[in-house]
């Protein structure tokens, strides 16, 4: 349920974008960060269908792109940056992140100086880009 409530507001994103700029066709790009859980076929699926009910209603063109994001993360303290797919995580481990990103600070160290002071990059949250 989560998924069509996020693709709702993605779409509401882009019919606004719309009405202020007065413009009729969109090329967009959802790009969904690796740390946010999310179903991704689920997501597709609801953002087609919401596309095609919000294309009749307003007129409008969308042309829609999905793409994933990698996660990347740097280190406060040495600066070294690395991602998920660099570090061995343990599955549960993996999936605890995906789950709620916040615990990734308990479960990883910087791969070159063990710190786990580090800050997330990229591969958080979703937007939509206009292209
Ligand atoms: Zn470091």
Request: proline residues 2%.
């Amino acid at each position: 349920m989560h998924e069509w409530a996020l693709a709702e507001s993605i779409i509401l994103t882009i019919v606004n974008e719309a009405k202020k700029g007065g413009r009729y066709s969109f090329d967009t790009e959802v790009v969904v960060g690796e740390l946010q859980s999310i179903d991704f076929e689920t997501l597709e699926y609801a953002l087609r269908e919401l596309k095609t009910i919000a294309e009749q209603e307003h007129n409008i063109s969308i042309k829609l792109k999905i793409s994933r994001e990698r996660a990347q993360f740097k280190c406060s303290r040495c600066g070294f940056t690395w991602r998920l797919a660099d570090i061995e995580l343990a599955d549960d481990m993996k999936e605890a992140v995906h789950f709620v990103p916040e615990v990734i600070h308990s479960y990883m160290q910087c791969p070159r100086c063990k710190s786990h002071d580090f800050e997330i990059v990229s591969g958080r949250g979703v937007y939509v880009r206009f292209i």
